[in-house]
């Protein structure tokens, strides 16, 4: 029998800006040290994670490894629990906008996140659930949300995070907002709003930043953020001014803790799960999957 460990990598080769070029050396070098033996697959567009995954679902692995965007990693943990391979995995960031990694505290060192992974011991993390579709960190409608799936990867790889603030930006001189029901546990809001996020992470592309203490990845609650739409110039300043100094405790924005949102609007606003488009649904349904994954973190 093989002394090595078997250990399944997903790297998305066009995932952000370009890594030196020995970083995947230096990875699989890693690795090897450890005693794995890495099977290396490579993504080419949007889906092939989940396809890869489906294909090595039969076999024996000790880790699963991604490398990539936040996108690649929400592909990878939601192709993990569809073909049940419940083994602890690992991510190394390499996107453009690495929000979710940010909020983990990965190294973003690829040799250094290699490392983590090799020493480190896995944590649970929730998963969420927009109807049947899973996402990782977070479910957003509204403004600030188009851009990050319409924006093209070969810009988001040149601005970067810049792309997602200056996409807003081109959205606030056509602001729309949603008429929207929202049920959380036992209370229910109903307001027009401009921005609805459900996530699991600290920092939002720009829109918000939590502190450490407020977020728990594993506590089986998800924050909930809901941006209405101003009816004065008076609530418009109230708002960006709760933006800016990320004060969310303000009558006009309402921020809480919850494991499962059902939300009606007529209007079917699509979605955006870890940045890439849902179709919109008259009511959507949206809960935490408590421990849905277990990870190096
Ligand atoms: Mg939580």
């Known amino acids: ?25 230096d ?9 794995y033996e890495t099977i290396v697959c490579f993504t080419r567009e949007p889906g092939d994670a989940e396809t890869l995954i489906r294909e090595h679902a039969g076999e024996e692995f000790d880790r699963i490894v991604c490398m990539g965007g936040d996108g690649t990693l929400s592909e ?11 083994i602890p995995m690992g991510y190394i960031p390499a996107g453009s906008t690495n929000d979710f990694a940010q909020s983990l505290q990965l190294p973003m060192e690829p040799a250094e996140a290699a490392e983590r992974i090799m020493k480190g011991k896995p944590h649970k993390l929730d998963v969420g659930m927009w109807e049947e579709r899973q996402f990782v960190y977070t479910a957003s409608c509204g403004l600030f949300t188009r851009a990050s799936y319409d924006t093209p990867q070969k810009v988001k790889n040149v601005l970067g995070h810049a792309a997602y603030v ?4 081109r959205e606030l001189t056509q602001v729309r907002s949603y008429h929207m029901q929202i049920t959380a546990g ?30 728990n990845f594993s506590d089986g609650l ?11 110039l008076i609530q418009l300043t109230q708002i960006v001014n709760a933006l800016r100094e990320q004060r969310f405790d303000t009558p006009l924005v ?29 009511t959507v349904e949206i809960r935490v999957v408590p421990g849905g994954i277990s990870m190096f973190y």
């Open 254 to 282: 309402t921020f809480i803790k919850t494991e499962r949102v059902v939300i009606k609007c007529p209007e079917k606003p699509d979605w955006s799960l870890d940045g890439e488009k849902a179709e919109g649904k008259e």
């Open 186 to 215: 036992e209370r229910t809001f109903e307001d027009n709003y401009l921005f609805v996020t459900i996530c699991n992470t600290i920092s939002l592309g720009g829109v918000m930043d939590l502190s450490r203490a407020e977020v």
């Open 1 to 25: 029998m093989s002394a090595y460990k078997r250990l399944l990598f997903i790297v998305n080769p066009h995932a952000g800006v370009k890594k030196k070029d020995s970083a995947l050396s």
């Open 27 to 35: 990875i699989i070098l890693t690795f090897s040290d450890h005693y």
């Open 76 to 86: 990878v943990i939601g192709g993990c629990r569809k073909y049940a391979m419940n």
């Open 222 to 232: 998800f924050e909930l953020l809901l941006i209405p739409m101003p009816r004065d």
């Open 166 to 169: 200056l996409e807003g930006m």
